[in-house]
């Protein structure tokens, strides 16, 4: 790594064909890793028991600590959070119309309209970015089955008022988890909100299964269900009682999960370490605002979301993007440009003409940095320079941008993808 404290001018840049500043990438959620010997055991374990599946030993263990971490009753391991996702939605019985953030991974609409439910796009709060509850209301219609809220970077939501909403109009409450494993609301865990949540345990999230979820809840009718058809609706060795998926999770799956699990406290503690030091030198940065955690909950602090002030930077988001990749630094334009701009959504009429001016706001302007156990201080501190050295000099960047007609997303499509592929990171 090459520190920036000689650039003098925006010529040492890397896009302007100076040296980058890193020698090789660092990354959004380059995954975490726990103890290799533990893992490589439970592997040999498995191995010699040959039982690599079908609620085997290590998944039961799994389920059986993230129900306590999480202080729920019931917790069902499956293979990811999408396939989780879908599962609940089946077994809260969702149809018709379903209110959703547009604000939020892909994932999120996608298992609505896989399901023939219609996702129904709804604008998110200014400083949490999950939804808005006085959106939500307005949003309720005949059709409306439940509501779909996504605890957005470890932020949980409204809770309460979304509870009050659903109990109001009948309507069932799930949560998208996936950021929130870990996190508290009110000194409550995430988790035992709404009549489920759905974690993952993705590699690029900061405990991982490979890949993984897990759908929790208190609610035990709910839970036989759910049991029932993450396992094709078996409920003995050749009684099927109802229409099933394959949504189990393996046992190898859940050996990393637990190993995972074992090293949480330091990853969460590395991730806190680069949030401050983040919050710590880019303070006072005109135009540049590092999301704040609640001090007062626990966190994962899983992702560093800084919000791009275009006017006051005096220069886009996206030009800063662009500067940081060329320097090797694979910021993520999380989450551009918002599930309502993507297909299919975007083609169809009314979501055509629909505005969320906050959502798109925030798909314009928030920029999530690297962290995890593969960033250390000497990094953050040269991507904090980076930052504090573009936005310094952020309208003579801009201007020489456009003079090159760059375009940050034909170099990420054309330039960046194949090597971003190979190591994983496009999810
Ligand atoms: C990662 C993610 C998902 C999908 O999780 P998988 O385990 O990869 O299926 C869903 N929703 C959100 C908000 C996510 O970030």
Same mark, same amino acid.
């Given at each position: 790594?090459?520190?920036?404290?000689?650039?003098?001018?925006?010529?040492?840049?890397?896009?302007?064909?100076?040296?980058?500043?890193?020698?090789?990438?660092?990354?959004?959620?380059?995954?975490?890793?726990?103890?290799?010997?533990?893992?490589?055991?439970?592997?040999?374990?498995?191995?010699?028991?040959?039982?690599?599946?079908?609620?085997?030993?290590?998944?039961?263990?799994?389920?059986?600590?993230?129900?306590?971490?999480?202080?729920?009753?019931?917790?069902?391991?499956?293979?990811?959070?999408?396939?989780?996702?879908?599962?609940?939605?089946?077994?809260?019985?969702?149809?018709?119309?379903?209110?959703?953030?547009?604000?939020?991974?892909?994932?999120?609409?996608?298992?609505?309209?896989?399901?023939?439910?219609?996702?129904?796009?709804?604008?998110?709060?200014?400083?949490?970015?999950?939804?808005?509850?006085?959106?939500?209301?307005?949003?309720?219609?005949?059709?409306?089955?439940?509501?779909?809220?996504?605890?957005?970077?470890?932020?949980?939501?409204?809770?309460?008022?979304?509870?009050?909403?659903?109990?109001?109009?009948?309507?069932?409450?799930?949560?998208?988890?996936?950021?929130?494993?870990?996190?508290?609301?009110?000194?409550?865990?995430?988790?035992?909100?709404?009549?489920?949540?759905?974690?993952?345990?993705?590699?690029?999230?900061?405990?991982?299964?490979?890949?993984?979820?897990?759908?929790?809840?208190?609610?035990?009718?709910?839970?036989?269900?759910?049991?029932?058809?993450?396992?094709?609706?078996?409920?003995?060795?050749?009684?099927?009682?109802?229409?099933?998926?394959?949504?189990?999770?393996?046992?190898?799956?859940?050996?990393?999960?637990?190993?995972?699990?074992?090293?949480?406290?330091?990853?969460?503690?590395?991730?806190?370490?680069?949030?401050?030091?983040?919050?710590?030198?880019?303070?006072?940065?005109?135009?540049?605002?590092?999301?704040?955690?609640?001090?007062?909950?626990?966190?994962?602090?899983?992702?560093?979301?800084?919000?791009?002030?275009?006017?006051?930077?005096?220069?886009?988001?996206?030009? @800063? $993007? +662009? &500067? =940081?990749?060329?320097?090797?630094?694979? %910021?993520? *334009?999380?989450?551009?440009?918002?599930?309502?701009?993507?297909?299919?959504?975007?083609?169809?009429?009314?979501?055509?003409?629909?505005?969320?001016?906050?959502?798109?706001?925030?798909?314009?302007?928030?920029?999530?940095?690297?962290?995890?156990?593969?960033?250390?201080?000497?990094? @953050? $501190? +040269? &991507? =904090?320079?980076?930052?504090?050295?573009? %936005?310094? *000099?952020?309208?003579?960047?801009?201007?020489?941008?456009?003079?090159?007609?760059?375009?940050?997303?034909?170099?990420?499509?054309?330039?960046?993808?194949?090597?971003?592929?190979?190591?994983?990171?496009?999810?």
């Amino acid at each position: 790594m090459q520190l920036l404290a000689n650039r003098s001018s925006t010529g040492d840049l890397a896009i302007f064909g100076g040296t980058p500043a890193f020698g090789e990438p660092l990354h959004v959620g380059r995954p975490n890793i726990g103890e290799r010997q533990r893992f490589l055991e439970r592997m040999n374990d498995l191995l010699d028991r040959r039982w690599l599946t079908n609620q085997g030993p290590y998944v039961q263990e799994f389920e059986r600590c993230i129900a306590d971490r999480v202080g729920v009753r019931h917790c069902v391991a499956t293979p990811n959070a999408t396939v989780g996702l879908e599962i609940a939605i089946r077994a809260l019985g969702l149809r018709g119309e379903v209110i959703v953030p547009s604000f939020t991974f892909i994932a999120t609409a996608h298992v609505l309209q896989w399901l023939g439910i219609t996702p129904v796009f709804c604008d998110v709060e200014p400083e949490r970015l999950t939804l808005d509850p006085d959106a939500v209301e307005a949003q309720v219609g005949p059709r409306t089955t439940g509501i779909l809220g996504v605890h957005l970077w470890g932020r949980p939501c409204d809770v309460e008022r979304l509870s009050a909403i659903a109990d109001c109009h009948h309507l069932r409450l799930l949560f998208d988890a996936a950021h929130a494993f870990g996190c508290s609301h009110n000194g409550q865990m995430v988790g035992s909100f709404g009549d489920a949540e759905v974690f993952s345990f993705h590699a690029t999230k900061f405990c991982n299964a490979f890949e993984g979820g897990a759908i929790v809840t208190n609610d035990e009718d709910l839970a036989r269900t759910l049991r029932l058809m993450h396992n094709f609706g078996f409920a003995g060795y050749d009684t099927v009682v109802g229409l099933g998926i394959n949504g189990k999770m393996n046992e190898a799956s859940a050996a990393m999960g637990l190993t995972s699990l074992e090293s949480l406290d330091e990853f969460i503690a590395v991730n806190r370490r680069n949030y401050e030091q983040y919050r710590r030198e880019l303070a006072g940065v005109r135009g540049l605002r590092v999301l704040p955690f609640s001090d007062s909950e626990r966190q994962n602090y899983q992702y560093v979301a800084v919000d791009v002030d275009a006017v006051e930077c005096g220069i886009s988001r996206d030009d @800063v $993007a +662009a &500067v =940081c990749w060329a320097e090797n630094v694979l %910021v993520r *334009r999380y989450f551009f440009p918002g599930c309502h701009r993507m297909e299919p959504y975007r083609s169809s009429r009314p979501v055509r003409e629909q505005v969320l001016p906050v959502t798109e706001r925030a798909a314009e302007q928030m920029l999530t940095l690297p962290t995890g156990t593969a960033v250390g201080p000497s990094e @953050v $501190a +040269a &991507v =904090c320079e980076l930052l504090r050295f573009v %936005v310094h *000099r952020g309208p003579e960047i801009s201007a020489a941008l456009r003079k090159q007609a760059f375009d940050f997303q034909t170099f990420t499509n054309a330039d960046a993808a194949p090597a971003l592929a190979r190591e994983g990171v496009l999810v």
